[in-house]
């Protein structure tokens, strides 16, 4: 499995549009193990670009600050899952809480 998350300054970022680069966490599900973390720069944000982008790197998850609902469906019809809410932390922290079953997660702050 492969996390995607939208980074700012190497966290993750409150607002998934304005990141300036993204990290992909390989993470075995099964060992509950954290694997390669890649990070790279973002594509230019247009509408659609991201989902397709993400998908063709292997992406079956999203874990963001906040995300708009009109993203979250573009993530969705790629078959990618979206987790919103996530605290600014780095990505390894994040991908070792979410295979723990112990990320917290509170409100999406996009609302557009």
Request: hydrophobic fraction near 45%; charge should be negative.
């Amino acid at each position: 499995m492969k996390i995607a998350m939208p980074l700012f300054e190497g966290k993750l970022s409150a607002h998934f549009g304005h990141c300036t680069e993204f990290a992909l966490v390989s993470v075995d599900e099964t060992e509950k193990r954290v694997g390669e973390v890649e990070r790279m720069q973002a594509p230019t944000h247009a509408p659609g670009v991201l989902p397709r982008w993400l998908a063709e790197k292997g992406a079956n998850l999203i874990i963001a600050g906040g995300m708009g609902r009109r993203a979250q469906d573009l993530f969705s019809d790629a078959g990618i899952r979206v987790i919103v809410g996530a605290p600014e932390a780095e990505p390894h922290e994040l991908a070792e809480a979410f295979l723990a079953g112990r990320l917290q997660t509170g409100d999406n702050i996009c609302d557009h």
